[in-house]
């Protein structure tokens, strides 16, 4: 009796996802070591000074576990009676940087707090995840409703526009991630195809000169008129629509594309997308972006320096790896930031194809058994807050690695659990745990 009172802590806890997380810190800690580690070097006393990257991600990783065994211990009712707090208590942060921010690698979106940096950006990940499930999980939510659809964007939407305010547009276009959550829960199909397609235009308007590009979109305004003329009574409203839809066209091409490679992207973040795609970049003279500098240890390197090297690294390790210790581009810091945005490079090196395998395979193990807890929920809430850390694992995973293999422009995201960072694993930790308390009360219809 006293048992069902007080139920322990253990009970109803997935323990798959906490081995999965245990793992993947523990090769994050193992490569964090690898790169910074220096020959000669006690090690047992360099884990304990608390001075090297590896002891403080160690320090980072021991506050993860607490903050993780307190999580267990709450209530799941917290969440959802807090959710909306949270998502407050972040925009603050987020406008706080503003006024209270230092420069620290190149990034203005950190806020120091004594020895330990404070990016709200990050935890604001976490505060999007709670407030989209609360609200898609009301009962006065009617997601059939163009106005919910709005109201749910506008929560993913305002903590993105502040993270581009901040020139911070590799951590923005995490929140967009959120849009597959909405997807899961009745979102029209309709507006993933507008987003592709927009997508599709603004690569198209990198690769294809802006006037051809123009003929090309009127010709297909004009074949669509022909076309639809057949098939439709309501000849007037064709002409309208496809009419609106080429002139939008045309002016994200003309006006839209140029201002934010100008005016919002880094001088050297749009270098980089554009030596990603091998064309010259024709906004080089135009960007506006203050403070667009690269991070001190990139300068006088041409853009796509890091990619080289990263990808130097990885074809280095060959099938099976140099061994731990034994890499030479990641020991010898041939690739800058190795120990954060790069660190996949370090796998690469040193333990070769099988290594990046065995890497993948636990994550995406782990992606899957999050989409099978998040289909086992009673609660809406529950269920949308699992497909939201699922799709926030997901763009960090699927962008890091692709970032590191010249697959995608390097945006600068942490690769989740792995990556040194304090904010970064403390925020994946607390996002996975609040999952797995919220699982462990599956049976409780939350809202």
């Known amino acids: 009796m006293n048992n069902q009172r ?13 081995w999965l997380y245990l793992l993947l810190v ?6 964090i070591f690898s790169v910074t580690y220096r020959e000669g070097d006690d090690v047992l006393r360099s884990f304990l000074n608390f001075k090297t990257e590896y002891s403080k991600q160690l320090i980072f990783f021991g506050a993860s576990l607490l903050l993780g065994l307190f999580i267990l211990l709450t209530d799941s009712k917290f969440f959802t009676a807090t959710a909306n707090i949270w998502y407050a208590f972040g925009v ?21 707090l004594g020895g330990f940096n404070l990016q709200p950006a990050e935890l604001m990940k976490l505060f999007v995840c709670l407030a989209l499930a609360k609200y898609l999980s009301r009962v006065e939510t ?8 709005l109201m749910a964007a506008g929560i993913l939407l305002l903590p993105a526009l ?5 020139h911070e547009t590799g951590l923005a276009l995490v929140f967009f ?11 029209p199909a309709g507006y993933l195809v507008i987003g592709f397609s927009l997508a599709v235009l603004v690569v198209a308007t990198l690769l294809v000169d802006k006037n051809i590009l123009a003929v090309i979109i009127l010709i297909i305004a004009l074949l669509t008129i022909y076309f639809g003329w057949r098939f439709t009574r309501q000849r007037r409203e064709l002409i ?22 100008t005016h919002v992207l880094k001088g050297y973040q749009v270098e980089r997308i554009f030596s990603l795609i091998g064309r010259e970049n024709p906004y080089a003279k135009l960007n506006t972006v203050k403070g667009d500098d690269e991070p001190v240890d990139k300068k006088g390197k041409d853009t796509d320096y890091n990619v080289r090297q990263s990808k130097i690294a990885i074809g280095s390790g060959g099938f099976v790896g140099r061994g731990f210790l034994k890499g030479t581009q990641t020991r010898f810091e041939f690739v800058p930031e190795q120990r954060t945005d790069f660190i996949f490079c370090t796998i690469g090196e040193g333990f070769g194809f099988l290594g990046c395998l065995g890497v993948l395979g636990i994550y995406i193990f782990l992606l899957l058994r999050i989409v099978n807890i998040a289909e086992r929920q009673r609660s809406v809430f529950s269920r949308c807050y699992a497909y939201g850390v699922a799709s926030v694992f997901f763009f960090h995973i699927a962008i890091n690695i692709c970032m590191t293999i010249g697959l995608a422009p390097v945006i600068g995201i942490p690769l989740p659990f792995i990556s040194y960072g304090g904010t970064s694993l403390l925020s994946f930790t607390t996002m996975l745990f609040i999952l797995i308390r ?4 599956r049976q409780m219809v939350l809202r």
């Open 162 to 166: 502040i993270t581009i305010a901040q």
């Open 92 to 112: 603050l942060l987020l406008l706080l940087v503003f006024p209270f921010h230092s420069n620290v690698r190149g990034t203005e979106s950190i806020i120091k």
């Open 6 to 18: 007080n139920p322990t802590i253990s009970k109803g806890v997935d323990s798959t996802l906490i």
């Open 240 to 261: 309208i629509i496809v009419s609106l839809v080429t002139v939008t066209c045309v002016g994200v091409q003309r006006f839209a594309v140029p201002f934010i490679f």
């Open 438 to 441: 919220l699982d462990a009360d």
């Open 26 to 31: 523990a090769i994050g800690l193992m490569s």
């Open 142 to 149: 009617d997601f059939n409703k163009t106005s919910s659809h």
């Open 177 to 187: 991630a959120f849009f597959l959550v909405m997807f899961r829960e009745g979102l």
